[in-house]
């Protein structure tokens, strides 16, 4: 139990355009999705935490014009990277939080591998 | 606010050696604790957590660790180790009651034959 899944796992685009990234719960309803970004061989950084039907909250120095994030079910939430830029590259993970019975846990998404030309 | 610091960012070890991998935090309130394994490419599992309840705690694929309240450590353990053990493992802490995770640097895992 307590699946979450990413798709795509890995996207190549050219610079300029947005991507979307999707993290869905599979087989628990997410109250709260976190999404991370992982640059190699460094820890995950906390990029934003959204509640189903509510804003998100972003962290301190991340642009929220840019990174727009979606959580319109207790299933699905969604990253966009809006007008990517090479520095944008890096892994992007997300988490879900589940109701009651799962306990205070995160549960990771496989994570997707975004690629900037 | 939580830190963590994991004391060591590579541990290299021999395949069935014991292993412990380091982690200590900070928090002026109580807190959850979490050990995650991250496989090259992947995203993160969870290995186990402490919540309450009995300070050692057993996890998946043979690990388990000690929440030690006095010290604020919480040490992830095997006793024997195996090379597909070989992964990047992160400690985490949160808040009791708060939703953010707060991850220590990583260590990596290295298994030799």
């Known amino acids: 139990g307590a699946v979450v899944s990413q798709h795509p796992s890995w996207v190549i685009c050219k610079s300029g355009t947005s991507v979307k990234i999707e993290c869905r719960s599979l087989d628990f309803q997410a109250t709260t999705m976190f999404w991370y970004r992982q640059f190699p061989k460094q820890s995950l950084m906390l990029m934003a935490t959204?509640?189903?039907?509510?804003?998100?909250?972003?962290e301190q120095g991340v642009e929220k014009d840019k990174f727009l994030i979606n959580h319109a079910s207790l299933t699905l939430s969604t990253l966009t990277v809006t007008s990517a830029h090479p520095e944008d590259s890096s892994f992007y993970i997300c988490?879900?939080?589940?109701?009651?019975?799962?306990?205070?846990?995160?549960?990771f998404g496989p994570g997707t591998r975004l690629t900037v030309l | 606010a939580q830190s963590v610091t994991q004391l060591d960012s590579q541990v290299p070890v021999f395949e069935e050696a014991p292993v412990e991998l380091r982690c200590n935090y900070s928090s002026s309130v109580s807190v959850y604790l979490f050990w995650y394994v991250q496989y090259p490419n992947q995203g993160l599992q969870l290995l186990l957590k402490y919540l309450s309840g009995s300070t050692l705690v057993k996890g998946i694929n043979g690990f388990e660790a000690e929440f030690n309240k006095s010290q604020t450590s919480f040490h992830l353990r095997k006793p024997s180790v195996h090379i597909s053990d070989t992964a990047e493992y992160f400690c985490a802490v949160s808040a009791q009651g708060a939703q953010k995770l707060v991850f220590g640097q990583g260590t990596r895992l290295t298994i030799n034959p």
């Open positions: 959204s509640n189903e039907g509510s804003k998100a909250t972003y």
């Open positions: 988490s879900a939080r589940g109701q009651r019975g799962l306990g205070d846990t995160q549960y």
